[in-house]
């Protein structure tokens, strides 16, 4: 089920100097389907929130704007300023290896996180215990099999796997929004409820341009592999700005589970 412990490295954190960019494209194509999610929960103002790999703060913001106490952590916040005059306290850390305070909130979510993480079974026991009775952890990872169908067949397979050859390698596991659940279920929360939606993107589209930017992040170490050249992904990128293009994103699974009462 969970994977073993490994060290892992953030395959985004590099000095790449469009991924303020790239963050504020994953915003636009994934925060309407987040905010319906954690709707549902009923948060307010008596809520404690933790938002785990916060990026730029919209899910944060958003939780903050329904009057819960929110913290937001991250391993880089330094593109979480504006959080502060919301109110939302920030800290830098590790998910998965710095320890979290025990029955401290209402809701804990963490978005395209857990996929990165190393020991993934253990960063989710530490969440658990940090939740309430009656808190919820709410997780969100993506299955990456649908990502470009086409309506022409495949859109681009060989520069896919490049990018994803490169992110397993530091770590990401490409199913992880299935992983999620057995994740959850395992560490003893009741309820867990998981369903998963994808967006059809647009060439030129904001969304488009996330997965554009995607390449672009990943293309010096895709190219170094030898598997792909710098005129592949080139193409590719073209064929993402182009609006007579349709494709389907990854899956993204939302993974729900209750602490109980006890």
């Not at 530490?126 to 859109?155: I, K, Q």
């Not at 592949?232 to 990854?250: C, E, G, M």
Request: glycine share 10%; proline share 3%.
């Amino acid at each position: 089920m969970a994977d073993a412990a490994a060290p892992t490295r953030y395959v985004f954190g590099t000095a790449f100097d469009r991924e303020e960019e790239r963050l504020a494209h994953g915003e636009a194509l994934w925060d309407k389907g987040t905010i319906e999610k954690l709707s549902h929960l009923g948060v307010d103002e008596t809520w404690h929130c933790l938002e785990v790999g916060a990026g730029r703060g919209s899910v944060a913001a958003w939780l903050a704007a329904r009057g819960a106490e929110v913290t937001a952590v991250d391993l880089d916040i330094s593109r979480l300023g504006r959080l502060g005059a919301l109110g939302v306290a920030l800290w830098e850390l590790d998910i998965s290896r710095d320890p979290l305070p025990e029955g401290a909130y209402d809701l804990i979510h963490a978005r395209l996180v857990m996929q990165h993480v190393g020991d993934r079974a253990a960063a989710v026991r530490g969440m658990c215990r940090a939740l309430r009775p009656d808190g919820y952890l709410v997780l969100e990872d993506t299955d990456t099999t649908s990502l470009f169908s086409h309506v022409d067949g495949d859109f681009h397979a060989l520069v896919k796997r490049a990018a994803y050859e490169v992110m397993i390698d530091a770590g990401y596991h490409p199913r992880c929004g299935l992983l999620d659940v057995d994740l959850v279920e395992a560490a003893g929360l009741s309820s867990v409820h998981a369903d998963g939606r994808a967006e059809v993107v647009r060439g030129g589209s904001d969304g488009a341009r996330w997965f554009a930017l995607w390449l672009e992040h990943l293309r010096p170490a895709m190219v170094a592999r030898g598997t792909v050249s710098d005129v592949d992904i080139d193409l590719a990128v073209s064929d993402l700005a182009d609006p007579r293009h349709r494709w389907l994103s990854q899956v993204m699974v939302t993974v729900t589970g209750r602490k109980d009462d006890r």
